[in-house]
């Protein structure tokens, strides 16, 4: 985008080679609505300036064949792979994505002016100030084309970029916001040009200064976000929104602190100084969390040690079915690099396999795996998921000679038992005991006798 900008104020066809370049980069990254994208806010500045000769002129023959030549050959790679790909990917995962929520990703219209509220962090106020300053550039720059003698006096009279950035940055916004399927990361491509405004903006103001409550607004968001993340590893590891009060007191106090110091270098030093205060309530949370809870972080949101202990677990068996949060079951089909089988779509498999399933669902072994010999192998207690072993299902004949020969199957559980010797308790602390005991009678559970 900024190469296209870059040719539209020159005139120099060798910037549209990064308008091509990284349109192919992207269209390889995301698919066709990255192009898709860029020609619409192109489309829509030409459009505002009546400049329509922009679109034949951006047109440039050795930008389309290096945009073909490096998109064509994974797309026809990939479809020759997959005969279903093309519709599977254009007609599925972009247009009926957008139109529907099958992929259960819907989320309230208002949604990504939440997201972009803390996509910004800790720099939401400046950018949200330097935005609707750009509108207001924007606003004037067209009155000034309808008007040019009333609006002369207009400092930025002419400057178009303000303009295209404005563009740039509210069209992934509100075309998402009609999308069927909402996910954060939608919006990415309108966080490049509200940074550049910021940045204008704070350049712009550097000899004025920044008003006293936009001061004290960006003092006070910086405060939030020490406090906020603060109070991140006490929810998860208690998995409450009401922390004790001493580290609500911690917490407050770390805030102030790093609320103060931001206020009083600007005050003190101003603009020029306030990028590198900004850094550091960002650096100290990111040492606080990663430095000294980078662990739990990993237990509590990662696929990636449950990936590890089942492979340590039981290195021999390839297949995995799940019954998990869909993060869970995207990350362990990532780390296993294999994809998952889910009960209620595919069946339950009848070769051995490793079963995932959430704590709370343990109750349902019993209809899953009627007359199946499993065992548990380790709890999850960090994201409250259960993992067994189930053991292939037993063949009841084998062909000898045109005769059918009984095979002697090993003995599944004894269903006479009491419920604890038949079934795994969903009680974390009784599972973790039942465990250290080896099941029922000191055997391991489910096995055969």
């Avoid at 009841?396 to 009984?406: A, E, I, Q, V």
């Avoid at 969903?426 to 096995?447: D, I």
Wanted: a positive charge; aromatic letters at 14%; charged letters at 15%.
């Amino acid at each position: 985008m900024l190469g296209w900008y870059a040719w539209y104020e020159t005139g120099k066809k060798f910037w549209l080679f990064d308008l091509y370049f990284f349109g192919a980069a992207a269209t390889l990254a995301k698919g066709p609505v990255a192009p898709f994208l860029a020609l619409v806010i192109i489309l829509l500045f030409a459009g505002l300036r009546r400049e329509w000769s922009l679109l034949r002129r951006t047109i440039w023959i050795p930008g389309v064949i290096l945009y073909l030549a490096m998109v064509l050959p994974w797309y026809i790679a990939v479809q020759k792979r997959n005969p279903t790909f093309y519709r599977l990917f254009f007609l599925e995962h972009n247009l009926e994505r957008f139109a529907t929520n099958r992929y259960q990703h819907h989320q309230p219209f208002w949604y990504y002016l939440a997201v972009l509220l803390l996509g910004l962090m800790p720099w939401t106020v400046i950018a949200i100030r330097a935005l609707i300053d750009s509108i207001e550039v924007s606003i004037a720059e067209w009155k000034i084309r309808r008007n040019p003698a009333r609006y002369l006096g207009h400092t930025r009279a002419g400057d178009a970029f303000p303009e295209f950035l404005v563009l740039w940055a509210l069209f992934p916004i509100v075309f998402f916001s009609f999308s069927g399927s909402k996910l954060p990361g939608y919006i990415l491509p309108s966080i490049p040009p509200l940074t550049i405004l910021t940045a204008d903006y704070l350049n712009r103001s550097r000899r004025q200064g920044l008003p006293q409550w936009l001061i004290w607004a960006h003092a006070a968001t910086c405060g939030l976000l020490v406090f906020v993340l603060a109070l991140a590893p006490q929810h998860m590891k208690y998995e409450t929104f009401v922390p004790s009060a001493q580290w609500l007191l911690v917490a407050g106090a770390a805030a102030l602190a790093f609320g103060a110091v931001v206020f009083l270098t600007i005050r003190r030093w101003g603009i020029p100084q306030i990028c590198n205060v900004t850094l550091l309530p960002v650096l100290a949370t990111l040492v606080f969390l990663l430095g000294f809870y980078g662990k739990e972080l990993d237990m509590n949101y990662s696929a990636r040690p449950l990936a590890r202990e089942i492979q340590q677990q039981a290195p021999d068996v390839k297949l995995v079915a799940t019954d998990i949060k869909r993060d869970m079951d995207y990350g362990l089909a990532f780390y296993r690099n294999q994809p998952m089988i889910h009960y209620g779509t595919d069946g339950v498999p009848d070769a051995e396999h490793i079963l995932v399933i959430r704590a709370s669902d343990a109750g349902d072994l019993d209809r899953w795996l009627g007359g199946r010999v499993y065992k548990p192998l380790f709890l999850y207690e960090s994201q409250g998921i259960e993992v067994y072993r189930v053991y292939a299902r037993p063949q009841t004949s084998r062909p000898t000679n045109g005769r059918t020969t009984p095979i002697i199957q090993p003995r599944p559980v004894d269903t006479s038992r009491s419920d604890r010797a038949n079934r795994v308790p969903t009680n974390r602390s009784s599972f973790v005991g039942w465990l250290s005991e080896g099941g029922p009678s000191g055997r391991t559970p489910g096995c055969p006798h």
